[in-house]
């Protein structure tokens, strides 16, 4: 069935750094991948999201690319700051309205320190 | 405008009762999914609604889980004969689904613990 592998677990940095979590996914019918980021207690947000017709995207200090013919994709942090502490998750879907659901199948996630 | 909302918050219960949990999706949302976070690990998809209609149950882990949305809009989804492992937080989210809109909202979720 489809499958989400999310990489690493957990991510230590320093503030400034830069933090960059991978995930690969098997459904090759995929197009739709967003990025959620869930605070201790919360409920998941959208940060960024992409679709299989674009090959990265930017907002502010955050980005994501897309290798499609690899079926991976990754999400890039710059310049982390303390709040960007959180468990991130990475996301798979079709969302083709005609004929799927758009269930979103879920990596993992990973807890990132960003350590003052 | 208001966001998605799930009650109870936290409900505790033991094990062999049933359970209600409710979903009030945003206003207009067509689509509206079920999913199950257990401790320390990642979203497991339920249960998918277009309008009253679920065309996608493939993720209810067994016949003790059943779910239901009327008028479009609210949704309970419920636990029978509920066992220690059904303990975890459930997040219902809703979207417009459109061709050029499928990002999903999420609610704060319902932790539920079976002892």
Redesign the interface.
């Known amino acids: 069935g489809e499958n989400v592998e999310?990489h690493p677990s957990t991510l230590s940095v320093q503030e400034g750094d830069s933090a960059v979590i991978k995930c690969t996914y098997s459904d090759s019918a995929s197009n739709?991948f967003?990025w959620?980021k869930q605070e201790l207690g919360?409920?998941?947000?959208?940060i960024i999201?992409i679709r299989s017709n674009v090959g990265e995207k930017k907002d502010q200090r955050i980005a994501v690319t897309l290798n499609k013919t690899a079926k991976h994709f990754s999400l890039h942090i710059t310049e982390t700051q303390p709040e960007d502490s959180a468990v991130y998750?990475c996301?798979a879907?079709n969302?083709a309205?005609a004929s799927n659901?758009?269930?979103?199948?879920?990596?993992?996630?990973t807890t990132l320190q960003v350590k003052p | 405008g208001a966001g998605?909302s799930q009650s109870p918050s936290n409900k505790v219960t033991e094990k062999g009762k049933d359970v209600e949990l409710r979903c009030d999706p945003i206003s207009g949302h067509t689509?509206l999914?079920w999913?199950r976070q257990s401790l320390?690990?990642?979203?497991?998809?339920l249960i998918?609604f277009?309008g009253n209609s679920a065309?996608?149950k493939s993720?209810l882990p067994s016949d003790r889980f059943s779910a239901e949305r009327t008028g479009g809009s609210v949704s309970t989804l419920t636990i029978q004969r509920t066992q220690q492992e059904d303990s975890a937080v459930y997040?219902c989210a809703s979207?417009p689904?459109?061709?050029g809109d499928?990002?999903?909202?999420?609610?704060?979720?319902t932790r539920l613990t079976v002892l």
């Open positions: 999310q739709y967003p959620y919360k409920r998941p947000q959208l999201d998750f996301a879907s969302v309205v659901t758009g269930k979103l199948i879920f990596g993992q996630g | 998605v689509a999914y999913y320390g690990q990642g979203l497991e998809f998918y277009q065309p996608d993720g997040l979207s689904r459109t061709s499928n990002e999903q909202f999420f609610g704060p979720g």
